[in-house]
T-cell receptor, first 109, second 112 residues
Framework: GQQVQQSPASLVLQEGENAELQCNFS?????MQWFYQRPGGSLVSLFY???GTKHSGRLTSTTVIKERRSSLHISSSQTTDSGTYLC???????????FGLGTTLQVQP | ETAVFQTPNYHVTQVGNEVSFNCKQT?????MYWYKQDSKKLLKIMFS???????VNETVPRRFSPQSSDKAHLNLRIKSVEPEDSAVYLC???????????FGPGTRLTVL
């Protein structure tokens, strides 16, 4: 089965609304990372978050390692936030990332 | 500002041809990775190199071969491409194989 479950699979918001994206892991992890994937395909790192809460502008990431979950909160969404949000965890000592399938976010004006 | 560079951006080729992709990072990292994103959008690790040494080699067909000349460069050669090789190939780097990974823009391969 899928080692990383992301929910929801897709989300449509009106500009200004908030979004909560979830990521659950089926195995223990050393750390995890949130990415934003542009429509053209390039990945932008949003958070590298071993544990706890981190903030960056309108984005907040909260990871609870013991419970094997992480969330990404987007406040006051903008049309430019549209795209795919991916989470991934790092396991073992090789550094390889195991990805979820992503949440596709569409923010309408 | 891009610090992981990939060439080419796109490549279209015929079944059976050989292709090579290049990746360079200017972040001073010592670990580099190749990931493949297929048509279903799932990203999967293919290879990882640490200081020119192969440390991760997932279940990848033998026609794929990575090459590293130094810790800042990692190339990927596909000998005799097949239709299922059509995908986006993403290169990434990190420090000591543990920290935050940074990705290049990807190379989109189309096999006709």
């Amino acid at each position: 089965g899928q080692q990383v479950q992301q929910s929801p699979a897709s989300l449509v918001l009106q500009e200004g609304e908030n979004a909560e994206l979830q990521c659950n892991f089926s195995t223990s992890l050393n750390s995890m990372q949130w990415f934003y994937q542009r429509p053209g395909g390039s990945l932008v790192s949003l958070f590298y978050n071993p544990s706890g809460t981190k903030h960056s502008g309108r984005l907040t990431s909260t990871t609870v390692i013991k419970e094997r979950r992480s969330s990404l909160h987007i406040s006051s969404s903008q049309t430019t936030d549209s795209g795919t949000y991916l989470c991934a965890y790092i396991t073992g000592n090789t550094g390889k990332l195991i990805f979820g399938l992503g949440t596709t976010l569409q923010v309408q004006p | 500002e891009t610090a992981v560079f990939q060439t080419p951006n796109y490549h279209v080729t015929q079944v059976g041809n050989e292709v090579s992709f290049n990746c360079k990072q200017t972040l001073g990292h010592d670990t580099m990775y190749w990931y493949k994103q297929d048509s279903k959008k799932l990203l999967k690790i293919m290879f990882s190199y640490n200081n020119k040494q192969l440390i991760v080699n997932e279940t990848v067909p033998r026609r794929f071969s990575p090459q590293s000349s130094d810790k800042a460069h990692l190339n990927l050669r596909i000998k005799s491409v097949e239709p299922e090789d059509s995908a986006v190939y993403l290169c990434a780097s990190s420090y000591r194989g543990r920290g935050e990974q940074f990705f290049g823009p990807g190379t989109r391969l189309t096999v006709l």
